[in-house]
């Protein structure tokens, strides 16, 4: 079956300490992206990547970092720079084509980080 | 002014009953929309798709005014099942095209 994984579910780790998100589609989507929810809050992008080796910022980036090394996946690392990591992780994935018809966005299970 | 507002509820309705969302967004230029549900502590999942003046996939009817705006989702005949929040999506344009922008979603009770 098609579809966007995320790994681990749940992630705890101590404050000061990096961590990485998993997210892998096998979707052949050109376009990935990391969101993050907060508790009554709607999805802030993080970073999106529409192509292979190239990524861009988006609104809450600081603190974060990313690489998109392989088409199928788009790693999200949580730097001990991000004040308030504890948060809802969401990867996403679409067909790019310069349409806006075509950006419906898939997501994968999300990631569930609480640091201690 | 954000990019999509929403109203985020919460909306608490009875089984049967009808109900109405709205949301405005600011980016006159953007052509199509999207409705997602997202189900407690899960991942949102696309619901409709709007392209032109509305849309309809059974309970569910989707609309769009451009003139003023706004989308709404409209659902008939609530079910239990329905309980969910409800997110309003707007695609990016020019230099942002690829992004999509969510609104914060508006919250809906289905009670017995």
């Known amino acids: 079956d098609g579809g966007i994984t995320q790994s681990p579910k749940y992630l705890f780790r101590k404050e000061g300490q990096n961590v990485t998100l998993s997210c892998e589609q096998n979707?052949?989507?050109?376009?990935m992206y990391w969101y993050r929810q907060d508790p009554g809050q709607g999805l802030r992008l993080i970073y999106y990547s529409q192509i292979v080796n190239d990524f861009q910022k988006g609104d809450i980036a600081e603190g974060y970092s990313v690489s998109r090394e392989k088409k199928e996946s788009f790693p999200l690392t949580v730097t001990s720079a991000q004040k308030n990591p504890t948060a809802f992780y969401l990867c996403?994935?679409?067909?790019?084509?310069?349409?806006?018809?075509?950006?419906?966005?898939?997501f994968g299970p999300g990631t569930r980080l609480t640091v201690l | 002014r954000k990019e999509v507002e929403q109203d985020p509820g919460p909306f608490n309705v009875p089984e049967g009953a009808t109900v109405a969302f709205n949301c405005t967004y600011s980016?006159?230029?953007?052509?199509?929309f999207f409705w997602y549900r997202q189900d407690c502590r899960k991942e949102p999942k696309l619901l409709m798709s709007v392209y032109s003046s509305g849309n309809e996939d059974g309970r569910f009817t989707a609309q769009l005014n451009r003139a003023s705006q706004y989308i709404s989702l409209l659902i008939r005949d609530s079910k239990l099942s329905d309980s969910a929040t409800y997110l309003c999506v707007v695609p990016g344009g020019g230099s942002t095209l690829g992004r999509l922008y969510f609104g914060r979603g508006t919250q809906l009770t289905v009670w017995p």
């Open positions: 980016n006159s230029a953007s052509q199509s």
């Open positions: 979707l052949n989507h050109d376009a």
């Open positions: 996403a994935s679409s067909i790019t084509s310069g349409s806006e018809i075509d950006n419906e966005q898939f």
